[in-house]
């Protein structure tokens, strides 16, 4: 085994799972909302204060705030399986947050330092924070959620709750003999 492919496989990081109140959770959404309107406010300053371009003004304020989070969610018998993509955010900088039906995955890294000399000729690092909400299709037990973090990929394991699984199990029975009968027609 090489020293690279060595260090790819230690790569695996155990994130804390953070339980969020529903009222933390709005209160960590409004202050977003507030940042992202500033930001949207100084862009329409920038342009010199014409109107109807609000919703530009917006678009371009939420993408130099915000990292976009591209999802996979896959669903197995007994859990929900979601892929994120979190590039450049370690364990220590995300937090999940479950309900029974809602995941939500944030993050908020510093920006890198430079020398005090040195002075940035040219950025585009901006978005610095991530923030997005998934609804789940079916209710999950929030007390077995598993995550795991793998070179920029998170994913984030949550079982379905037990009423969620019977409820499956009945579908599959009742699906079942329906499509026998069809068959033999």
Do not use: C
Request: zero cysteines.
């Amino acid at each position: 085994m090489t020293a690279q492919s060595a260090t790819a496989t230690q790569r695996v990081k155990r994130i804390e799972l953070v339980r969020h109140s529903s009222e933390e959770v709005l209160k960590e959404v409004s202050q977003l909302n507030d940042l992202i309107a500033r930001r949207a406010f100084e862009i329409f300053e920038q342009r010199g204060s014409s109107p109807g371009h609000d919703v530009e003004d917006w678009l371009r304020a939420e993408s130099e705030l915000l990292q976009p989070v591209p999802l996979n969610v896959t669903e197995l018998r007994e859990v929900y399986i979601v892929q994120a993509e979190v590039p450049g955010f370690s364990g220590e900088q995300i937090g999940i947050s479950v309900e029974p039906r809602l995941l939500l995955i944030s993050g908020k890294r510093e920006p890198i330092g430079q020398e005090a000399d040195a002075q940035l000729i040219h950025a585009e690092w901006r978005a610095s924070q991530l923030l997005r909400a998934l609804d789940l299709p079916s209710a999950i037990a929030p007390s077995g959620v598993d995550t795991t973090l793998d070179n920029g990929i998170l994913t984030v394991e949550l079982p379905k709750a037990q009423d969620a699984r019977e409820l499956l199990l009945e579908l599959e029975a009742l699906e079942t003999p329906a499509k026998g009968k069809a068959a033999a027609n």
